[in-house]
């Protein structure tokens, strides 16, 4: 009995889930997936989306590691094709020249025009193509992020600068601040004087 009951309830759970998914209220999925009440379908899409967030974090896990995996090969790579670019480079050039050869004996031989082929190899030496370690090095740096091992990142914001380059000008911004603020102190100063100036002159 308790098995038939939880496949029911899996079962409702995964049309509650295609109901929740298309924008429907708790009381059309109620009535849809004829439960008992609004409470039964809240505990349900509870149920849902506990489910969804377990599969997200596992996923993410999945997708970080299929991404260390892609980088750790382009590393591979790089450091064997850095390791590559450090043997001596080989060219081989070839020469040809017009020959004459003889065909036949004694009398009979005759001269037969031919091509000769003549191969040269030279060995240069090679310190290694920046760029591979360059390559690696990227590769490291995109470990770090997806491992979280970088240092937060500083930002400093300068507001006069964003400003300007807003094409506001924040020194007379500030300035009108100030003035403002100035004249505002001194209205307060001013009124609180004249209450003084009344309150001395009743005590007289």
């Not at 439960?35 to 149920?47: E, G, L, P």
């Not at 005759?110 to 591979?132: D, S, Y």
């Not at 507001?159 to 094409?167: I, V």
Request: with cysteine; glycine share 8%.
């Amino acid at each position: 009995m308790r098995t038939q009951a939880r496949a029911r309830i899996a079962s409702r759970r995964v049309e509650v889930a295609e109901l929740l998914l298309q924008g429907r209220t708790y009381q059309e999925i109620a009535v849809a997936v004829k439960a008992k009440s609004t409470k039964t379908v809240h505990d349900d899409v509870v149920a849902v989306i506990t489910e969804w967030q377990a599969e997200q974090k596992h996923n993410v896990s999945e997708w970080v590691a299929l991404e260390l995996s892609k980088v750790g090969r382009i590393e591979s790579q790089a450091w064997a094709a850095w390791e590559r670019s450090q043997h001596d480079a080989e060219t081989v050039s070839t020469e040809t020249a017009s020959i004459t050869i003889k065909s036949g004996r004694g009398r009979g031989s005759i001269e037969v025009p031919a091509l000769q082929h003549k191969e040269t190899r030279t060995l240069k030496g090679q310190v290694g193509e920046p760029r591979f370690l360059e390559a690696a090095l990227k590769c490291v740096a995109r470990r770090c992020q997806l491992l979280g091992l970088d240092a937060p990142t500083k930002i400093q914001v300068d507001w006069r600068e964003e400003a300007e380059r807003a094409g506001v000008n924040a020194s007379e911004i500030f300035e009108e601040m100030v003035n403002e603020f100035a004249t505002r102190l001194d209205g307060a100063g001013g009124g609180r004087g004249v209450g003084r100036s009344e309150e001395t002159d009743a005590e007289e």
